[in-house]
């Protein structure tokens, strides 16, 4: 048997699926590199990529690439080769990662955030040979942590650093190859990207040329994008939801100009906003609470937002509602997972629809199945387990057989751990993760459902409820919140609050607890299961009763 650190990604679907989306036009036979060559012949001097420091056009972008290409070939990379790709929202990620698909490379796309064991579980689970990082950003080194990482993984020839190199490789210095780039097969892994998970190493996910350009082109045109649209990434760019939903990858296939925003501060994001005339960015819900809070007071002009995306967890409707008052632009909801299906509400939505669900899927000949526990269909409108297969969702992650057999039927449908209720016309207001239904004495609380409810309280600026164990019930609910600028709360007020909510009185949270912020994850997202663990360190290995 093979080695399975040294095998090449592989994403397959059956026969008749793959022909049904060529026959569709879902799949048109694009790489990432013809597409970039595509939009540089189409109009070569038009902005494609700014940052503080660069102004690009798709020419200046294109010649690059090429650049890169030669220098990854230079190096001795051949095809299929991986490189870890740890660069954050600068304009230089784009040559190096165009760079990879023109030399038939496969980028393995990491966090800013993650650190040496993320970082060493990437390079061992993918086989990666290459790692390439920017020197410095927001006040962290990574030079030194790229000499941690490869000190443990033997096969890591290269460290590839974009700014002084140290004691790596300087990417503007690579030696070109010399040679002609590959031809590269839309049917190949173009890239992995990482699961979304909140705890846990993340499992790797490989997508094809094939697949992913069709998510962001479709995603592009649901968004409205074109010519004169900019997009803002303001969350980390290797994350797939700024990544092509429809992202920057999205904006580049329209001929759009990407603005790199490198947080998502609201004094950085509204001031790259006023000065670049940004159109539409996308965020998650703690950033968008923050923004909506900064709006009033904001020195900058914010007017040329049309869409702000909210997506990455759901985005809670006494929030949701705020937006078009605040913010003065269109909400559009997301939802969607770095493994496939993608939900958008559509901007000529009802404003109900708009603030009340997360969407409907990208195409029709995406699959979705909502499911009891026993795996049968439940009618519109009730929770169930989704399930879904299409046009670009996989049938597999790389070199992971264990979370293979979790995750996928075997008919290949992907059960995204997500609890989901289905209204006529497709679309999907999320419950929470399966995960996050709290089994009270029997009764299953949607821990997303009463975060809703505290969210409608004025004195409340965020909240977060999570299970704990209890010896009588199973478990109990546990609402960690952040009390507004100003206000003063107490638990049996929040309580009583709860109580007027028309609630069956199990879903009041049986404890509250105040707090001054939540620890979240890479990309900005509630970790619940972090939650639960401070939780036990706070209280019950101390002994206590919360």
Known sequence: MSDPVSSDPRQVWPQEFAALYRDKGYWRGETFGEMLRARAAEHPDRLAVVDATHRWSYAELLAMAERAAQGWMGLGLCPGDRVIVQIPNVAAFFPAVFGLFLAGLVPVYALPAHRQTELAHFAARAGAKALVIVDRHEGFDYRPLALEVQAGAPGL???????????????????????????????????????????????????THDDYIYSFRASAGICGLGPDSIYMAALPVAHNFPMSSPGVMGALYAGARVVMCPNPSADTAFRLIAAERVTITGVVPPVALLWMQAAAKTPHDISSLQVLQVGGAKFIPEAAARVRPTLGCTLQQVFGMAEGLVNYTRLDDPEETIIGTQGRAISPDDEVLVLDDDGNPVPDGLPGHLLTRGPYTIRAYHNDPAANARSFTDDGFYRTGDIVKRLPGGYLVVQGRAGDHINRAGEKISAEEIEDHLLAHQGIFDAAVVS???????????????????????????????????????????????????????VGKISRNTLRAQLRARFLDQGKTP
């Open 468 to 522: 704990i164990p209890d010896a009588f019930l199973g478990e109990r609910s546990c609402a960690f919140v952040i009390p507004a600028a100003g206000a003063t709360l107490r638990a049996p007020e929040v309580k009583s609050f709860m109580r007027t909510r028309g609630l069956a009185e199990f879903k009041v949270p049986d404890q509250v607890v105040f707090v001054d912020e939540f620890q979240t994850t890479a």
């Open 157 to 207: 020839a290269h460290v590839v650093v974009i700014g002084e190199p140290g004691p790596h490789l300087d990417f503007d210095a690579l030696p070109a190859a010399g040679r002609p780039l590959p031809q590269v097969d839309p049917a190949s892994v173009a890239f992995l990207q990482i699961s979304g998970g909140s705890t846990g190493l993340s499992k790797l996910i490989p997508r």
